[in-house]
């Protein structure tokens, strides 16, 4: 079966950076697409972006540019999300998700399977 | 940037009932690229509803969504005790970012 099991709690201080990985298992890795979402303490979901696990690429929510990096490993089928100089609005659980559909077939972008969330504290 | 509001904010209602939920976008969203979300406390979103209307396999039939253009809605039939949670929209059509609204809390009455 699919799932997505994402790394442990970070705490982090202001300016930091955070990398957090999403193991992936039960699909081809390739095939399709990793989002990543994001949601404060006691607030809505908050959408950063999304990679092409066939080739990498990326679309990143502008709020992030210059300080988000999405990346994967298929040789661990791995994805991975790294935010630099970290805030204090930046606390939040982080969430990788996978698309609905392979990345080329519409529909692509809705998030079925989702990671259990990872925690991402900063403070000073 | 596209804006999904949903509107209520809360929503009291009692099982056996019918809940009806909406989300406006600020401007047409192509194809009807919409989606709904259930979220419940300490776990990640479930997927409910995409292109608008359509379930993935395992979401039972009291759910169903409609609409297009900038205005959606998510119909529960009759509320069971395991529907109360957060539930969201999702635009994913266009460019990113693909927004979520700010969240419907459907509570127990």
């Known amino acids: 079966q699919v799932q997505l099991v994402q790394s442990g709690a970070e705490v982090k201080k202001p300016g930091a950076s955070v990398k957090v990985s999403c193991k992936t298992s039960g699909y081809t890795f390739t095939s399709y697409g990793i989002t990543w979402v994001r949601q404060a303490p006691g607030q809505g979901l908050e959408w950063m972006g999304w990679?092409?696990?066939?080739?990498?690429?990326?679309n990143y929510a502008q709020k992030f540019q210059g300080r988000l990096t999405m990346t994967i490993d298929t040789s661990t089928i791995t994805a991975y999300l790294e935010l630099k100089s970290l805030r204090s609005d930046d606390t939040a659980v982080y969430y990788c998700a996978r698309g609905l559909t392979p990345w080329e077939i519409p529909h692509h972008l809705v998030n079925e399977y989702w990671g259990q969330g990872t925690l991402v504290t900063v403070s000073s | 940037e596209i804006v999904l509001t949903q509107s209520p904010g809360t929503l009291s209602l009692s099982p056996g009932e019918r809940a009806t939920l909406s989300c406006r976008a600020s401007q047409s969203i192509s194809s009807s690229y919409l989606a709904w979300y259930q979220q419940k406390p300490g776990q990640p979103p479930r997927l409910l509803i995409y292109?608008?209307?359509t379930r993935p396999t395992g979401i039972p039939d009291r759910f169903s969504g409609s609409g297009s253009g900038t205005d959606f809605t998510l119909t529960i039939s009759r509320l069971e005790p395991e529907d109360f949670a957060v539930y969201y929209c999702q635009q994913y059509g266009g460019s990113p970012p693909y927004s979520f609204g700010q969240g419907t809390n459907l509570e127990i009455k």
């Open positions: 990679i092409a696990a066939y080739n990498g690429n990326t």
């Open positions: 292109g608008a209307s």
